[in-house]
DNA sequence: CGCATTTTTGATATAGGTCAAGAGGCGTGG
DNA sequence: CCACGCCTCTTGACCTATATCAAAAATGCG
């Protein structure tokens, strides 16, 4: 199995808070200057390629993670062997989050594109948020966040028609403002949707066909929101 | 449409917390004598029975909810006007937490069983969990509780068979240690589990024939522990 | 260029959705 | 207390969507 990782791979930089290009947007966000003198240690930076894990389900927790970009997959498994991803993170988002109550993760967190994250220890994130009560309460808006993204997985990725879901999933998950989406692989998109691997090939295949997809390159299409939503309600 | 608890209807009752009979499983049981001194309002406590509705999705969520005793479950809607149920609420749960960040409950929360809650004004929750670290962190608890019961969800009960399906539902949330169920009815399963109302009784009715449930008072089964896992996991 | 992996496509089987009708409970009112 | 109507549950018949198994095509990589 692939290692998560460690200490000493971790230590390809050292990010300046006070500076951070995502500040406005990050957990940190509402820090004051006063509150930088807790952070003792410095907040690693690093970057990691596909395929690699942030974490493994069963791990002790003691750091939490913020995506500053890239795209991270939380993962579970059934007995039978067969995965489930439950959540995908992108840019801001922050995850690890049980260090916060002990405990272990939850998940395999696996990089599906080139990700940068920031490390942050937890104590140093526990003591803070006793501190500055803008951080506590951005603590909590950010779980009550993930919950509502795990309630929507529920209503929106798994319930319906195999077209449904997938319509839902690009409406939802992927394509961008200009209605460019570049698509996961065909496995994680049945992860994703609790279908399988061939079904969803065959209906981005169907998708293409009826012209709500348009490929451009290979895996990139520009979306035909209308007609998207019109399958993603109806039939 | 039923209108939800209003505050004139809630006042049936008020909460001594300090005497509580569930004081050691519930939100507040860390608190302190000093504590109770900040909640002025008394906490009021409600009895409901099944179809009322504790809160409606999109109302102002300005109060939290401690079940003391019942079964309550949360509804999101898709445009097509189809249900799905996201998670059941029991004895000790919380809900509304919502609350805590300001906004809209995001579900309906219906009764299903005759049910007791307490309700908790959110800025004596807010106010209390600056004050006691202890609550502070029964909060994240439950929070993290919430979102690790949500991904079961996902993998358990929205992933695999029917048959699977409420298998897996049977033994997680409605057999007691003795291996008596009582099962609720069967559209509410079909809500629970993404199928239909019919499916879930054909599935019940099999289950019986194979004997992997024993009936003994109408809709009150016995089950067979080890066949069920065989089927959960299984075929 | 050739091997490995992923995607696509095809053929087939089946689980589960849909529609419809009958059966059992339960409360209400005569 | 019985009868009627209203639910929910059950069962049946049918049909479609999706899983499954298998093989070919495409893509990427060393």
């Given at each position: ?16 808070c006070r500076i951070c290009t995502l500040r406005d947007s990050v957990l940190f966000a509402g820090l004051e200057e006063k509150d930088f003198e807790h952070i003792h240690k410095p907040i690693e930076q690093l970057p990691l390629k596909p395929g690699d894990y942030l974490y493994h389900a069963g791990d002790k927790a003691d750091r939490m993670f913020t995506i500053r970009s890239g795209l991270v ?163």
């Amino acid at each position: 199995m692939i290692k998560s990782v460690s200490k000493e791979e971790a230590w390809k930089g050292e990010a300046n808070c006070r500076i951070c290009t995502l500040r406005d947007s990050v957990l940190f966000a509402g820090l004051e200057e006063k509150d930088f003198e807790h952070i003792h240690k410095p907040i690693e930076q690093l970057p990691l390629k596909p395929g690699d894990y942030l974490y493994h389900a069963g791990d002790k927790a003691d750091r939490m993670f913020t995506i500053r970009s890239g795209l991270v997959k939380l993962v579970q498994y059934l007995p039978d062997g067969s995965q489930r991803i439950v959540r995908l993170l992108r840019a801001t988002d922050v995850t690890g989050m049980e260090a916060l109550v002990g405990g272990e993760y939850q998940h395999d967190a696996i990089i599906m594109q080139n990700t940068e994250v920031c490390i942050l220890p937890v104590d140093v994130v526990q003591r803070l948020s006793q501190e500055n009560s803008a951080l506590h309460q951005e603590l909590m808006r950010r779980w009550q966040q993930a919950l509502a993204e795990a309630d929507l997985w529920i209503t929106q990725l798994s319930t319906g028609s195999a077209k449904q879901r997938v319509a839902r999933l690009l409406l939802k998950l992927v394509c961008d403002d200009d209605n460019r989406c570049e698509l996961f692989n065909r496995e994680d998109m049945g992860a994703i949707l609790g279908i399988t691997t061939e079904t969803a090939s065959r209906t981005v295949a169907e998708f293409k066909r009826k012209g709500l997809l348009q490929e451009t390159t290979p895996n990139n299409y520009i979306a035909d929101r209308e007609k998207l939503m019109a399958v993603a309600e109806d039939l």
